[in-house]
């Protein structure tokens, strides 16, 4: 079976905003069998985003492109974008792995057990 890779909204704007190539590193952080995803919910929240000026409306469409570019795949979710995260991470752990830089869902997720891909010194990303 395959582990998914969840990435969370912030984790969509690392491409942009700090020229890391995510979906590249992942393959070395992730050695096993994996599919890259993201929640419905994450997606509304880009799209509203993208909506707005500035470099956060910029990094969600960038985001947004980035998503559609490599394929991953759009669970159907409801709630908020964090909670629905918690909850399909903590009914599928052992089989996910979260990539967020969101402090609050990070604390939640270790609390569960959940292992993370996380950014580091703004150049780089690794494992938790």
């Known amino acids: 079976m395959k582990t998914l890779v969840l990435f969370d909204t912030n984790f969509f704007f690392l491409p942009h905003r700090y020229k890391i190539d995510v979906f590249n590193e992942i393959g070395s952080l992730v050695p096993e069998a994996h599919e890259l995803a993201t929640l ?29 570019r490599n394929s991953l795949r759009v669970i159907p979710a409801e709630g908020s974008a964090d909670e629905s995260i918690i909850k399909y991470a903590a009914e599928n752990r052992g089989n996910v792995i979260v990539c967020t830089n969101d402090l609050g869902l990070k604390r939640a997720l270790v609390k569960v057990g959940v292992p993370l891909v996380v950014l580091r010194g703004k150049n780089h990303i690794s494992r938790l």
């Open 40 to 68: 419905s919910t994450v997606v509304s929240e880009l799209e509203k985003l993208g909506l707005s000026g500035g470099e956060d409306g910029v990094a969600a469409r960038v985001a947004l492109e980035l998503l559609r």
